[in-house]
């Protein structure tokens, strides 16, 4: 038995380009006010995280909860109105002052930033406590730590960068230099230059993936060992 197919117009003017210069995908054609309209395809987007130098090793993030940065988180929103099955976090560990390991906290939700970006909360070891040191809205990562210059003191904290997007998917590094050891506001970060970029040496953390192609790991900060994988759990768009 034979069957014959029979298909519109329309759908043939859309399919010819299949069967004539297979190569030639660099326009699409729309119906427009009766009649097809060959429009350029936008370039695909770039991955943001290439501006980030070979040389800086990339890391994404720990992999099991820390109790106890768990029990600092928990008081740290103690009071505040929010629901807590709608806040996830990942965490790192790096030296932002040339002495003990400080807890990096990426923390998002629907409530708690209005750009829909994460807060990066700071978190310092006390008597075998984490204790929260600083509070910066509206950050975007990942978030570069350079190796420390021999010049600086102990204690004095480590300008970090942190990977910026704009609104056409290209990435950008901008640094955080901390006056009187506090650092500014994310909105405040300072451009670099690619040429500059290309000289740094350290760590990024919460890069999309690791060398091992291992994921970022968000934890529920309303339920104690649930977690997700890859990008931050859905939320509401702001």
């Not at 040389?55 to 106890?68: A, C, G, N, Q």
């Not at 904290?157 to 910026?164: M, R």
Request: net charge negative; hydrophobic share 35%; charged share 30%.
């Amino acid at each position: 038995m034979k069957y014959k197919t029979m298909l519109p117009a329309a759908m043939l003017v859309l399919l010819f380009p299949l069967y004539g210069e297979a190569h030639d995908i660099s326009t699409i054609s729309i119906w427009r006010n009766g009649t097809f309209e060959d429009l350029p395809v936008p370039p695909p987007p770039e991955d943001p995280e290439t501006v980030i130098p070979k040389k800086i090793k990339r890391h994404t993030s720990e992999p099991l909860e820390d109790p106890r940065l768990r029990e600092a988180l928990l008081s740290y929103f103690d009071g505040a109105d929010l629901d807590h099955d709608t806040i996830s976090y990942a965490w790192n560990e790096a030296d932002l002052n040339g002495g003990k390991k400080e807890a990096l906290v990426l923390v998002t939700g629907d409530e708690i930033d209005k750009t829909g970006k994460p807060l990066l909360l700071i978190f310092t070891r006390n008597q075998g406590r984490w204790v929260e040191g600083q509070a910066l809205t509206s950050m975007e990562y990942p978030l570069l730590i350079p190796k420390r210059n021999k010049k600086m003191k102990e204690g004095s904290l480590t300008p970090f960068y942190f990977l910026s997007v704009d609104d056409e998917g290209k990435g950008h590094l901008r640094r955080l230099t901390a006056e009187d050891n506090i650092y500014p506001p994310a909105a405040n970060g300072e451009e670099m230059e690619p040429k500059e970029i290309k000289k740094l040496k350290g760590d990024a953390f919460f890069c999309s993936t690791d060398q091992k192609k291992t994921e970022i790991i968000w934890f529920s900060l309303a339920r104690r060992g649930e977690a997700e994988r890859g990008s931050p759990p859905e939320q509401e768009t702001p």
